[in-house]
């Protein structure tokens, strides 16, 4: 037997342990191991049942995600678990599937082949499949609508969200809770069924129906996927399946999900999505700060500054249980922050997300107040006023003053110097950049904005606090607007450009949303303030390049008052309940100002459009990697798809531009560039891997090993 599987006894009841640390995932050697042990107690007439458990923190997590690579490539043919699941159901003795932790994917495949699962109170069971592009590839859409249903199963399949112990047992996934010791409970378990007959789950076809009774299951599913799911292939194929199982028997409906699985796994959203797994454990790795670096305690925070952002970042903190404080300079200010939190918590409330009592829980640990009382006390203060950097040093002066020594003070500038910052109190290694995205009780970016003086520890600190609060922390350099920012200003004035070329302003955002951007560029810019990006540019205007091409629209805009959705009209109109239309007569005033600006006007295809704004993203991409202002280009992927709202089944920019081909991608650039000018200069790190044949992702690898 392989030392991933243990067979032992505890009487006349086997005790299979799999041991394959850290989630016992379905690595090569655990099915064969898992295999010969049920040879084992097949064949030895002292064993009347057998349980089966994970070691360590979970059951089993899944199919190993790192062997897909390997089945897409042709150097594995996977977990093979189809025939092994076969045996475990044929196994004259009862197996008693033994839950903690997680059963998911391959691992509740797993278990629901045992003849009876017992879990403990906490442990979750999901398909998560889905997330990653695929669908149950081991008779998961096969034996789950057998157990818990056919809308169960269709829930858990399309959606791919964990289910508690408690509703599994309600749906019939599991038999038993177990308080307590679970090996115990699951041995005691095995010796009352011991003398029972065995039941298969896949003979069992009492919660099947057919395929006619489940018809309006089947479609409400389908329709609900193409709304909220968009574009996805997985879902759809995995309802698909699950249908297969009320039109077929039971070996038919397998080899229709294989045949459904392996098109998945040889699909782009997939191997898009796989990447974005393993990218968002990857950013927590800083190749320079070891694993064990001392981090600083969280227990109490403050947020200077009620407005939006700052009302959003005292929210973050309170429903991660850390109590915060929240300072307003004037009593009128602060009143209309804590009016606004009030109602964020009440709206949750109302959508069911979680009850009155821990809305009032959460509203109880946010403090607001006028002056710096307690801010002494603080662990972590993070300043969100108003974006100018004498405000900003003024204020890291005065918390300089008043915080006790090891307070991390950060700030949420999008677009301002760290160090700058930093250089206005006595300790710039206690100074970092937390960037927030709007709004912050909403969105799970934050960048982590490294100072030059900025020290491990702390670093180590708020990487492990964004865990905390529920965001995904990525370590960025101090360039101006950091990574997000920097680079969207190109992929926005592409999106102006375009349209002063005479491209329609909806039809921009509809082929970027077509793309799979959760909004279009121009819809974004009215819904943050076009008069936000006006008064940036008025501050930096003296470091344009004269000669330079620069937007030209969205300023008039500015000048006429039409700001975005808060004054209901930007580049779109918008109503009371702010649903947009087009606006006849920006279209006009833009073509008005092209004539005048001698920009000549043309048919703009929808290609065009998707290829210029995508690929001045991934040319300032390039150059933030080159510069190591982004440690690899699975940071800034991960960037973009939790703060940008870039469609996670493309993987990421530069993903994207690895699958689209890095020598396309140039190619293209150069033709932009011999047409529009310097402004599409390909980034040199482009140039580089496209001459080379190689991939943004190749890079970070090498770098990985570099390290
Ligand atoms: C599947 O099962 C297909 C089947 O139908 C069969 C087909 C034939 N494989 O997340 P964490 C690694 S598809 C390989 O930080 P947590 C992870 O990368 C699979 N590695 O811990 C990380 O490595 P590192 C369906 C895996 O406590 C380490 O384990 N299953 C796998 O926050 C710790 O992970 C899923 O989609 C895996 N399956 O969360 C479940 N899982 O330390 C995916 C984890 O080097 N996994 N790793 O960075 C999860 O959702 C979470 O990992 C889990 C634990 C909730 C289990």
Redesign the pocket.
């Known amino acids: 037997m392989s030392n991933l599987v243990e067979l032992t006894s505890d009487g006349d009841v086997a005790v299979i342990t799999i041991n394959n640390p850290?989630?016992n995932?379905?690595?090569p050697g655990v099915p064969e191991g898992i295999s010969t042990a049920i040879d084992q107690i097949a064949s030895n007439p002292q064993m009347r049942a057998a349980v089966l458990i994970g070691g360590g923190?979970?059951f089993v997590?899944?199919?190993?995600?790192?062997e897909f690579g390997k089945m897409t490539s042709g150097k594995s043919r996977?977990?093979g678990?189809l025939p092994l699941l076969l045996k475990m159901e044929d196994c004259g003795k009862p197996i008693v599937v033994a839950i903690h932790?997680?059963a998911?994917?391959?691992?509740l495949?797993l278990a629901m082949a045992g003849h009876y699962r017992v879990a403990a109170a906490d442990a979750q069971v999901g398909?998560?499949?889905v997330?990653?592009g695929?669908?149950?590839?081991?008779g998961?859409t096969q034996r789950l609508p057998r157990l818990a249903g056919v809308a169960k199963a269709v829930e858990m399949c399309a959606q791919g969200e964990p289910v508690k112990a408690p509703e599994a047992l309600r749906a019939g996934i599991v038999d038993q809770l177990v308080e307590g010791d679970l090996l115990a409970g699951a041995i005691a378990f095995a010796r009352q069924v011991a003398a029972q007959p065995v039941r298969k789950t896949r003979e069992r076809n009492d919660k099947l129906r057919d395929a006619a009774d489940n018809a309006a299951i089947f479609s409400a599913a389908r329709d609900t996927v193409r709304k909220k799911q968009r574009s996805l292939m997985a879902p759809l194929a995995a309802i698909d399946a699950i249908e297969a199982a009320t039109r077929l028997s039971f070996a038919a409906g397998c080899e229709q999900e294989q045949k459904l699985?392996l098109e998945c796994l040889h699909s782009d959203q997939s191997k898009a999505l796989i990447h974005v797994?393993?990218g968002e454990?990857?950013v927590a790795?800083i190749p320079d700060i070891p694993k064990d670096t001392p981090v600083l305690p969280v227990r109490s925070a403050a947020v200077i500054g009620a407005g939006t952002m700052g009302g959003g970042i005292a929210m973050v903190f309170a429903n991660a249980g850390i109590p915060v404080l929240l300072k307003e300079t004037e009593q009128a200010a602060l009143d209309r922050g804590m009016a606004t939190i009030a109602s964020n918590y009440a709206n949750s409330v109302k959508r069911g997300r979680f009850s009155q009592q821990v809305a009032d829980q959460r509203m109880k640990l946010i403090t607001p107040t006028l002056g710096y009382d307690g801010f002494a006390d603080a662990d972590m203060v993070i300043e969100a006023v108003f974006e100018g950097m004498a405000l900003k040093k003024q204020v890291f002066g005065e918390l300089d003053r008043i915080c006790k020594p090891g307070t991390i003070l950060a700030s949420n500038t999008s677009t301002l110097s760290i160090d700058e910052i930093a250089s206005s109190t006595s300790r710039p290694e206690f100074v970092i950049g937390t960037h927030f995205f709007s709004p912050a009780n909403v969105m799970r970016l934050l960048e982590i904005v490294r100072g030059e003086a900025t020290s491990k520890e702390v670093i180590a600190t708020c990487m492990t606090l964004s865990k905390k609060l529920a965001k995904v922390g990525v370590l960025v350099g101090n360039c101006r607007g950091f990574v997000g920012n920097r680079m969207f200003g190109p992929y926005r004035r592409e999106a102006q450009f375009l349209v002063e070329e005479g491209a329609d302003i909806a039809a921009v955002d509809k082929a970027l949303y077509d793309f799979g951007m959760a909004m279009g560029p121009l819809s974004v810019a009215d819904l943050a303030g076009l008069d936000v990006g006006w008064r940036i540019r008025k501050e930096y205007r003296h470091l344009e390049k004269p000669g330079v091409r620069q937007p030209l629209a969205e300023d008039k805009l500015c000048e006429l008052g039409r700001f975005g959705q808060k004054t209901g009209a930007g580049w779109f109109k918008y109503d009371e309940q702010r649903r947009s239309s087009s606006d006849p007569e920006v279209t006009q005033l833009v073509r008005q100002w092209a004539r005048e600006g001698g920009i000549p006007q043309r048919q703009i295809s929808s290609e065009e459009i998707v290829d210029r704004c995508l690929y001045a993203l991934v040319n300032e991409g390039a150059r933030i990697l080159e510069e190591g202002f982004a440690l690899r280009a699975v940071d800034i992927d991960i960037i973009y798809l939790n703060g940008y709202g870039f469609p996670a089944y493309r993987g990421g920019p530069m993903w994207y531009a690895d699958t689209v081909g890095l020598k396309n991608v140039y190619d293209r650039i150069c033709e932009f560039a011999r047409q529009h000018g310097e402004l599409w200069t390909p980034a040199p790190l482009l140039k580089r891997l496209a001459e080379r044949g190689e991939t943004f992702a190749g890079l970070h690898k090498e770098q990985g090993t570099a390290a």
């Open positions: 850290p989630v995932a379905l690595s923190r979970t997590a899944g199919a190993d995600i790192r996977g977990p678990l932790g997680t998911f994917g391959g691992g495949e398909q998560p499949e997330k990653l695929l669908i149950p590839g081991a998961g699985f797994f393993f454990r990857e790795k």
